[in-house]
């Protein structure tokens, strides 16, 4: 039940996509369609901003979208605006029906 | 709407019980497409999943190896709610506890409760 990897730090500049990867293994991301992806920001609750690999919950915007390859999924952010300078993590079903979380990747706004 | 209002002490002293409990509204506890889950966050460690109880026919419970060998998660289907216990802890043990829960093929967390810092210091 090993982390999977995600990039410390990503930024970029209001209106530009970024892209957050999520490093697992075979057993894991690779091996499930079940990444989900979570949004933090300072003091409040995990939300949950994709589900499924590519699925977006009611309300979610859509300038947030999901992918995989292998075993990396992957979070973008198109049109990068000021609120989403947040904490975000990715989680996936792993063996032994448990989870395992990403260990967060800090999004910065220029 | 799915609710979950965790309650439990914030200060534990080391090598003694943690008890939390996660009430759910919305929702039953012995649901057999729901899963009930306890995860921690930390500076040093982010987001842990620690482990999860459902119902399919009969309770289950998963634990995640870190913890396997401190770790309780109870349904109690009289209050409609989860509890965790987690036995001689340690200042390592401080974290920022949550429940949350999963479906039955859909294994993403749907809903949080508020999450409870919880400190282990003598």
Redo the contacts between chains.
């Keep these: 039940?090993s982390?999977l990897t995600q990039p410390a730090s990503v930024s970029g500049s209001p209106g530009q996509s970024i892209t957050i990867s999520c490093t697992g293994t075979s057993s894991d991301v690779g091996a499930?369609n079940?990444v989900?992806w979570?949004q933090q920001h300072p003091g409040r609750?995990?939300k949950?901003l994709i589900?499924?690999v590519t699925n977006r919950p009611s309300g979610v915007s859509n300038r947030f979208s999901g992918s995989k390859s292998g075993n990396t999924a992957s979070l973008t952010i198109s049109g990068l605006q000021a609120e989403d300078e947040a904490d975000y993590?990715c989680?996936s079903?792993a063996p032994?029906?448990?989870?395992?979380?990403?260990?967060?990747t800090k999004a910065t706004v220029l | 709407q799915i609710q979950l209002q965790q309650s439990g002490p914030g200060l534990v002293k080391p090598s003694q019980t943690l008890s939390l409990t996660c009430a759910i509204s919305g929702d039953s506890v012995s649901n057999n497409i729901a899963t009930w889950n306890w995860i921690r966050q930390s500076p040093s460690r982010g987001l842990e999943w620690l482990g999860r109880t459902f119902y399919r026919s009969k309770w289950n419970n998963v634990y995640a190896d870190s913890v396997k060998s401190r770790i309780t998660i109870n349904p109690d289907t009289s209050k409609n709610q989860v509890t965790l216990q987690l036995n001689s802890v340690t200042p390592e043990d401080t974290a920022v506890y949550y429940c949350a829960r999963t479906g039955y093929f859909a294994e993403y967390c749907q809903a949080w409760g508020q999450g409870t810092l919880v400190t282990v210091s003598s």
């Design positions: 039940q982390a499930y079940y989900s979570y609750v995990p949950l589900y499924d993590f989680c079903y032994g029906d448990t989870l395992v979380f990403g260990g967060g």
